[in-house]
């Protein structure tokens, strides 16, 4: 009954930032990455279900903010959750834009008791779109040759979040269940340097 949702940037570089993604590990491998400055990019926001993948839903601007992001959840999002279920909770994590006052107001209005906002800090990483969603559709989307445009690389996303079937949502939420499981196992710490 829950509804996990997240965003990412998509560049035509090739690279995608997950945003939160924190990887964990018992030795500093001292790797570098290199990045391509100011390369052109797309920011996406899903969400995903037992049962579904909503979105994708793209924001023209190269920035989410708190008044981008209401404004998607209010025309998008929200509209097409409610009109699958009403037996929902919704989840988003404690990014800035997700935190802004009218978009707690708007959420605390349309799904009162229903929304689950911040997480403490330092809390395991359980979002179901950073350890599977991303990856799958990045998989799809950055396959040679790369998109050679913006409007190429959306629609390798809107292609590959519209593959995700309802037997790849419920394999989510088996690994879901099993990182629960051994974040019980270690005392509900970070769990990724396993």
Same mark, same amino acid.
């Given at each position: 009954?829950?509804?996990?949702?997240?965003?990412?940037?998509?560049?035509?570089?090739?690279?995608?930032?997950?945003?939160?993604?924190?990887?964990?590990?018992?030795?500093?491998?001292?790797?570098?990455?290199?990045?391509?400055?100011?390369?052109?990019?797309?920011?996406?926001?899903?969400?995903?279900?037992?049962?579904?993948?909503?979105?994708?839903?793209?924001?023209?601007?190269?920035?989410?903010?708190?008044?981008?992001?209401?404004?998607?959840?209010?025309?998008?999002?929200?509209?097409?959750?409610?009109?699958?279920?009403?037996?929902?909770?919704?989840?988003?994590?404690?990014?800035?834009?997700?935190?802004?006052?009218?978009?707690?107001?708007?959420?605390?209005?349309?799904?009162?008791?229903?929304?689950?906002?911040?997480?403490?800090?330092?809390? $395991?990483? @359980?979002? #179901?779109?950073?350890?599977? &969603?991303?990856?799958?559709?990045?998989? *799809? /989307?950055?396959? $040679?040759? @790369?998109? #050679?445009?913006?409007?190429? &690389?959306?629609?390798?996303?809107?292609? *590959? /979040?519209?593959?995700?079937?309802?037997?790849?949502?419920?394999?989510?939420?088996?690994?879901?269940?099993?990182?629960?499981?051994?974040?019980?196992?270690?005392?509900?710490?970070?769990?990724?340097?396993?």
């Amino acid at each position: 009954r829950v509804i996990f949702s997240d965003e990412a940037t998509f560049h035509l570089s090739g690279k995608i930032n997950r945003h939160n993604v924190r990887i964990w590990g018992l030795q500093n491998p001292c790797v570098t990455l290199e990045h391509v400055w100011d390369s052109p990019k797309v920011n996406v926001f899903s969400a995903i279900s037992l049962t579904k993948v909503y979105g994708p839903f793209f924001f023209d601007e190269n920035t989410v903010t708190g008044v981008t992001y209401l404004r998607m959840l209010q025309n998008c999002l929200v509209p097409q959750m409610n009109g699958d279920s009403g037996d929902y909770n919704f989840r988003q994590d404690g990014a800035p834009p997700h935190w802004h006052l009218n978009v707690r107001r708007f959420l605390s209005e349309s799904l009162p008791q229903r929304w689950i906002g911040r997480w403490p800090p330092r809390s $395991p990483d @359980l979002k #179901p779109c950073d350890f599977s &969603l991303w990856g799958f559709v990045e998989d *799809a /989307v950055y396959v $040679p040759p @790369l998109p #050679p445009n913006l409007i190429d &690389l959306r629609n390798r996303i809107t292609a *590959a /979040v519209n593959s995700v079937t309802k037997d790849i949502c419920h394999r989510v939420w088996d690994e879901f269940s099993y990182r629960l499981d051994v974040i019980r196992a270690a005392g509900r710490g970070h769990i990724e340097h396993l």
